[in-house]
């Protein structure tokens, strides 16, 4: 082993002469990051971009708790999991006073892609009139470019005190956190999918989202 | 070995002018030593309740929200329910 410094160019230099072609960093005398000239660069545990503190937990890339956005296309500058809790809104912005039996949502964020799993059942829905239903609460403001306004998204529902619909589809505004909800009620009967009024929709509904957007 | 549960408003971003994107950090400890985190996230308009809100969430959106700002939200929403069909 040797550690150069190269006098002209400042550049600094750990060199193994060791046939097996591998440096490692140990502390502690745990091995925490392996340089094999054949197989590349090992990291044992977690890696910590930017200002992070790797975590300890498993092994895998930890990014900084508020993300370091580059403007690189290449570059992967965030990654965050959670949870958020999904509500009934309407365009009307009444609710009503629904019971939920589930109120679940989930979340993947990958860079400026965000994934979402929504659960959502409520009885005791007392709504009534063509107010547009929306499901609010997403975990960030969607893209506030008017030049992707929409993303649709592919859902499941039940529905069986209310309208009878054959495709529904959850559609998030650009700059907004909810879905706007879409139904057609038989097939090429409707030219476009039509907003759901909250008086579709019957005394209990349950809605099942698995759905994507993307944010600034 | 203990075990501890700390909670806490760990991120507050204003985003677009109005939206107010909050994030809860659950972490959990043993003896001091990390064990795991999750996240729970929300976001506020000027038109949100937040009275249950911590008070440092209410003093960004009460300084996010000037009346340039909620005018501008108000305008917006009406331009995006005429351009749904929104009733």
Redesign the interface.
């Known amino acids: 082993m040797s550690v150069l410094i190269n006098a002209s160019t400042s550049t600094g230099l750990i060199q193994s002469a060791d046939t097996s072609g591998e440096i490692e960093l140990q502390s502690n005398g745990t091995t925490a990051l392996k340089v094999n000239t054949n197989e590349g660069i090992q990291i044992l545990n977690c890696l910590g971009v930017g200002n992070a503190t790797p ?3 498993g092994a895998g890339i930890t990014f900084p ?2 993300q370091s956005a580059s403007t690189d296309a290449n570059t992967l500058d965030d990654y ?6 999904p509500t009934l809104g309407t ?3 009444t609710t009503g006073s629904p019971t939920y039996t589930n109120q679940n949502g989930r ?1 993947t964020k990958i860079g400026k892609f965000v994934t979402v799993q929504v659960y959502l059942s409520f009885s005791k829905n007392t709504l009534s ?4 239903a929306y499901i609010n ?5 969607s893209a ?1 470019s008017a030049s992707f ?1 929409l993303t649709t998204n592919w859902s499941g529902w039940y529905n069986p005190s209310g309208t009878s619909f054959i495709n529904v589809q959850a559609i998030v ?5 909810r879905f ?1 909800m879409y139904r057609m009620t038989a097939a090429g009967v409707d030219s476009a999918p039509l ?1 759901i ?1 909250v008086s579709e929709m019957g005394t209990a509904i349950t809605w099942y989202l698995n759905a994507s957007y993307y944010t ?1 | 070995m203990a075990l501890t549960e700390n909670t806490n408003i ?2 507050i971003e204003v ?2 002018d109005w ?1 107010i ?1 909050v ?1 809860q ?1 659950t972490v959990i400890e043993r003896d001091g ?4 985190r ?6 506020l ?1 000027p ?1 949100s309740d937040i009275s249950g809100q911590e008070q440092k969430v209410k003093d960004i959106c009460n300084a996010a929200w000037t009346p340039e700002v909620r005018q501008a939200y108000e305008t ?1 929403k009406a331009e ?2 005429n ?5």
């Open positions: 975590s300890t937990s708790a508020t965050e999991e959670g949870t958020f809790t365009s009307g912005g979340y009139g063509g107010y547009i609460g997403l975990p960030f403001t506030a306004p505004p650009n700059n907004n956190t706007d907003p009024a600034d | 760990d991120q985003v677009n939206n994107q994030r950090a030593q990390f064990v795991a999750t996240f729970h996230r929300w976001v308009t038109d917006f995006q329910a351009k749904l069909g929104a009733k």
